[in-house]
């Protein structure tokens, strides 16, 4: 006896997929930057530390010096440097070539450059994908702000929720790799909070020469991560 056809069937190309932001609403918006900041987007985030991975095997961070590492990370370090950059990436008339030079050059080592290069190069190749739009390979910061630069929400707003993502990878991390249950590490992120909005509020209206960063142990813990005979961890 034949069967038939699903009346419900539908074919989808990626043509039909295609995401705009000429005409996107705040809300639609907000949706947008949770899926651009998931963890499921796929940028490969779950394999980075940012030389977090040899701080904890050398006892630098624990669990109680953890959220103060973060802390530095986010107004003196990494943080700071790619909220300003994601900054400069999202406003009008930015020159995004010259801001990933920028980028670049602000990596203190060699993993710490490919890390940003190769999620940045999959955000921009997978921002292309869905829009339709050319987005060439940038650092992260500033591939994620170029494909900001059309939504119609506040600059704070963009800037927290994609600094808020990259301290969750980092104590992702952590909680991968110390006696450090989920739960605490959505604690810490949680106490981080308030930091993490006075950081985006500042970034907002910060100009190249604001550029700047002075975690000194962070750095050392990215470029000896590169010699680590064991790890994890990329960085």
């Given at each position: 006896m034949a069967m038939a056809a699903p009346s419900a069937m539908i074919t989808v190309t990626p043509m039909h997929m295609r995401m705009t932001t000429s005409t996107i609403t705040p809300d639609a918006a907000r949706l947008r930057l949770a899926q651009y900041l998931s963890p499921a987007?796929?940028?490969?985030?779950?394999?980075?530390?940012?030389?977090?991975?040899?701080?904890?095997?050398?006892?630098?961070?624990?669990?109680?010096?953890?959220?103060?590492?973060?802390?530095?990370?986010?107004?003196?370090?990494?943080?700071?440097?790619?909220?300003?950059?994601?900054?400069?990436?999202?406003?009008?008339?930015?020159?995004?070539?010259?801001?990933?030079?920028?980028?670049?050059?602000?990596?203190?080592?060699?993993?710490?450059?490919?890390?940003?290069?190769?999620?940045?190069?999959?955000?921009?190749?997978?921002?292309?994908?869905?829009?339709?739009?050319?987005?060439?390979?940038a650092a992260l910061p500033v591939a994620f702000g170029r494909a900001c630069a059309g939504f119609p929400l506040p600059m704070p707003e963009v800037l927290a929720a994609f600094l808020q993502a990259q301290a969750a990878a980092l104590i992702s991390a952590a909680v991968r790799f110390m006696p450090l249950g989920p739960v605490e590490g959505q604690a810490m992120l949680a106490g981080l909070q308030p930091a993490l909005l006075a950081t985006a509020t500042r970034a907002a209206t910060a100009t190249e020469a604001d550029l700047a960063?002075?975690?000194?142990?962070?750095?050392?813990?990215?470029?000896?991560?590169?010699?680590?005979?064991?790890?994890?961890?990329?960085?």
């Open positions: 987007f796929p940028v490969g985030g779950f394999a980075w530390s940012q030389g977090l991975e040899w701080a904890m095997d050398q006892g630098a961070v624990t669990r109680a010096t953890l959220p103060q590492w973060l802390a530095d990370w986010l107004e003196h370090g990494g943080g700071w440097t790619d909220g300003v950059l994601a900054s400069l990436s999202r406003r009008p008339g930015a020159d995004h070539a010259g801001l990933d030079d920028l980028a670049r050059a602000a990596c203190m080592g060699s993993q710490r450059l490919t890390e940003t290069v190769e999620q940045g190069t999959a955000f921009a190749a997978n921002i292309s994908a869905l829009t339709g739009e050319a987005h060439p390979a960063s002075a975690t000194w142990g962070a750095d050392i813990a990215a470029m000896s991560h590169e010699t680590m005979t064991t790890r994890i961890f990329r960085s």
